[in-house]
């Protein structure tokens, strides 16, 4: 995905407000094509950065490149990007196929090319019908997919969306996510997208830029994300993760691996790349996630030996899963545990004694 | 029935109606009949005054409005009227727009009531001292004049500035600024301004960003600054009164020198109602022109092109306008001419508010 040639360079890209520093050195290469995200929480300059590169916010610092061309001082209308705002901004004086056909006064197109190519439009965002509507006559899902269609229709290079999916409700959300996806590879255009919901991230990007107050954080594809997070923080933002506090051996297994005593399960052997932070000996924490423990049932026994006791403290019934908040003997505190629900096997009680297998494969090492 | 009468009361549409009734109640008594005393009037003819008694022949007749109709000096006075609040509509809502967009887009957030509060600050003097500064300002030795001989700009005292036309629509346009910068002002702060980053995004400069975003968004604003300022100023009086001299006056000057220095009342009222008959229709005949030319503009593709045509019909209508008025009176007689003039306008003008939706201007 990234050895794509890069239609969208940062480097160094840097940010102020007066005196408040939004962007602290953003540096990205986004490639021909790619569904690139932008997660982070509130306020770590996700808004700001989509801006800079439409050119709605001039960098302070640092160099953009758009399919090669250095963007400093070109306005927004002379960009090959286009936005789909975080209010959609419909123009309310006009109706949708006005709306949709607003950036083609421009292009050389006839009139009846016009039409044609916002009816295209139209069709591709499943409103062909809706030409004639007024805008305020739109549910939110609509007005959506016509600023949706206002931006596709201008073929740019670059479609940066800021947070669209986030005015609607879950089931909308879910289905225009995978509306998102299909008309992606349908018209193979560059897609940033603004977003503060990890799951969003997840299901549709190629890759992930994970911010935090104005800085990458990390980037990487969604599973390396989730599997390899490379710090805590980005651990806890993505998804739910369980942290126990370990030592790094000095005798380390060699190979590169590394050798740890973690609090609760005992002894455990990484790979380098389950350490993506680095490893240093002496304290640590591991990170592992609630599906990487198991719950042993009577009669199971876990490979290599590697089980662990502890008590229930939380049940958590979801119908398909079933959440535990074990407090393993010697551990601090307690550990999530999902477990998916199957006929035959019983909901643990709470304040249960309880099995756990764990898998040293599905660790992380936090420095 | 004293139940049901109590239903009413509790209903929505008995409780707004029991709210407003002080205001309609005041409305009706001080507002609907003196008008409608003055309708009747205008059909009554000025008899004789005998010991300070107006006598007035009782009949209803047509003969005022005949003669206000047919009476150049009238026809005159009524297209004067006209022109100067014409003028003073166009010189003070372009001179409002830019102020209210100022303040709108540029000024910080924090600051726009302050600026707002200091533009109202002239209203704190009487507007009588108001009218009377502009007479001082104007005057043949006042500031203006002297200023620019000092300058060398002119080389004698301008004398078209003061106690003409031109003084009362300077005058006037001042007076009514702040009525016209508050609802553009109001219009402009409630567009989106994503809607104009969205214009900008796709592909339009800042310019036809304005033309087509920012103006149409503003235009309620602006029509209603137009009414604001059309509708009262046409019936000005203390200001042609002090600075218009004898080619300022206005029709309330002479509706006043009807009532008071003729004793001709019911010429008065007549005037009175046919000013105001003539401001609804103009009213009317504007704003429905204003919907066909933007109309027609938008038909052209919006952009230069559509101005371009929307211009030239407008002056193409304007000029028929002219020709049928100043040959209409010597074709088929004053009177008629003029309400020819008034049925076709306003037929013309229905016709178009009714078959040419309200489009995305907001006219
Ligand atoms: N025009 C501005 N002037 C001053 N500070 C600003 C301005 N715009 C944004 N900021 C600040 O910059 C920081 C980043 O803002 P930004 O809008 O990029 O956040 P975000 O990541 O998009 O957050 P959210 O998820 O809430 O939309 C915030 O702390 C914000 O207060
Ligand atoms: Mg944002």
């Given at each position: 995905m990234s050895q794509k040639t890069p239609i969208v360079t940062l480097t160094g890209v840097q940010k102020y407000y007066g005196d408040y520093h939004a962007l602290r050195g953003i540096t990205a290469e986004i490639g021909q094509g790619e569904f690139f995200s932008l997660l982070?929480?509130?306020?770590?300059?996700k808004t700001t950065l989509l801006r800079s590169i439409a050119g709605f916010e001039d960098l302070s610092e640092g160099q953009l490149l758009l399919d090669g061309r250095?963007?400093?001082?070109?306005p927004p209308n002379k960009r090959p990007t286009n936005m789909v705002f975080q209010s959609y901004a419909?123009?309310?004086?006009?109706?949708v196929a006005e709306n949709v056909g607003?950036?083609?006064?421009?292009?050389?197109?006839s009139t009846e090319e016009k039409r044609r190519a916002v009816g295209e439009a139209l069709e591709m965002v499943g409103?062909?019908?809706?030409?004639?509507?007024?805008?305020?006559?739109?549910s939110g899902g609509q007005r959506q997919r016509v600023a949706l269609a206002r931006a596709l229709i201008m073929k740019p290079k670059v479609l940066l969306l800021d947070?669209?999916?986030?005015?609607?409700d879950k089931k909308m959300r879910e289905v225009m996510q995978v509306e998102l996806i299909r008309l992606q590879r349908e018209v193979g255009i560059t897609f940033i997208l603004v977003t503060h919901d990890q799951e969003e991230a997840l299901v549709m990007s190629d890759r992930i830029a994970v911010m935090f107050e104005g800085e990458i954080a990390q980037l990487a594809d969604p599973e390396t994300l989730y599997r390899?997070?490379?710090s805590r923080r980005v651990a806890e933002f993505i998804g739910m993760m369980n942290f126990l506090p370990a030592t790094v051996l000095p005798t380390g297994p060699g190979g590169g691996r590394v050798a740890l005593e973690v609090a609760g399960l005992g002894r455990a052997e990484l790979e380098t790349a389950q350490c993506p932070g680095g490893a240093a000996i002496g304290e640590a924490e591991i990170g592992l996630r609630p599906e990487s423990l198991t719950v042993l049932y009577e009669g199971q026994s876990a490979e290599g030996g590697r089980e662990a006791e502890g008590t229930v403290r939380e049940v958590v019934y979801y119908g398909d899963m079933t959440y535990y908040d074990i407090l393993i003997d010697g551990a601090p505190s307690p550990v999530r545990v999902s477990m998916r629900n199957m006929p035959g096997r019983r909901v643990l009680d709470f304040g249960a004694r309880a099995r756990l297998a764990w898998d040293p494969r599905a660790m992380v090492l936090f420095c | 029935m004293s139940g049901s009468l109590a239903k009413m009361m509790r209903s929505d549409a008995g409780k707004g109606l029991t709210l407003v009734s002080p205001t309609l109640i005041y409305a009706l008594l001080l507002l609907a009949a003196p008008l409608a005393s003055i309708v009747l009037l205008s059909f009554w003819t000025q008899l004789a005054t005998v010991a300070g008694q107006a006598q007035f022949d009782r009949t209803l007749q047509l003969s005022n409005y005949r003669e206000a109709l047919t009476d150049p000096l009238y026809r005159a006075l009524m297209l004067r009227s006209l022109r100067i609040s014409g003028m003073v509509m166009l010189v003070t809502v372009v001179l409002a727009f830019p102020v209210a967009y100022f303040i709108s887009f540029h000024v910080r957030p924090d600051r726009k009531s302050l600026w707002l509060f200091l533009i109202t600050?002239?209203?704190?003097?009487s507007y009588l001292i108001r009218v009377f500064l502009w007479r001082v300002i104007l005057a043949y030795d006042g500031p203006v004049n002297s200023g620019l001989l000092a300058l060398g700009v002119i080389d004698e005292p301008l004398g078209?500035?003061?106690?003409n036309a031109n003084s009362v629509v300077i005058t006037l346009a001042h007076a009514y600024a702040p009525f016209a910068i508050l609802p553009i002002f109001v219009a402009l702060e409630k567009i989106d301004r994503s809607l104009l980053e969205a214009a900008r995004d796709l592909g339009e400069s800042k310019a036809m960003t304005f033309l087509r975003v920012t103006l149409p968004l503003a235009m309620p604003g602006v029509l209603a600054a137009v009414l604001i300022v059309f509708i009262p100023t046409i019936g000005d009086y203390v200001t042609p009164q002090l600075v218009g001299g004898s080619g300022g006056t206005m029709i309330a000057n002479n509706i006043h020198a009807q009532i008071?220095?003729?004793?001709d009342r019911p010429m008065g009222a007549t005037l009175a109602v046919l000013a105001m008959l003539i401001v609804a229709m103009v009213l009317l005949w504007g704003i429905a022109r204003a919907r066909f030319w933007l109309w027609l503009m938008d038909r052209a593709g919006g952009g230069f092109a559509g101005i371009g045509l929307a211009l030239a019909v407008a002056v193409a209508e304007i000029t028929v306008i002219r020709v049928a008025f100043s040959q209409g009176p010597a074709l088929i007689g004053a009177g008629a001419s003029v309400i020819a003039l008034l049925l076709v306008a306003t037929a013309l003008s229905a016709f178009i508010l009714w078959r040419l939706p309200k489009g995305r201007w907001g006219i």
């Open positions: 982070g929480p509130s306020g770590c300059g250095d963007m400093e001082g070109v419909i123009f309310p004086h006009m109706n607003f950036g083609l006064r421009r292009s050389s197109m409103l062909g019908k809706f030409g004639a509507r007024a805008a305020h006559a739109l947070e669209p999916l986030s005015a609607l390899r997070p490379n | 600050i002239p209203f704190w003097t078209w500035i003061l106690y008071f220095a003729l004793n």
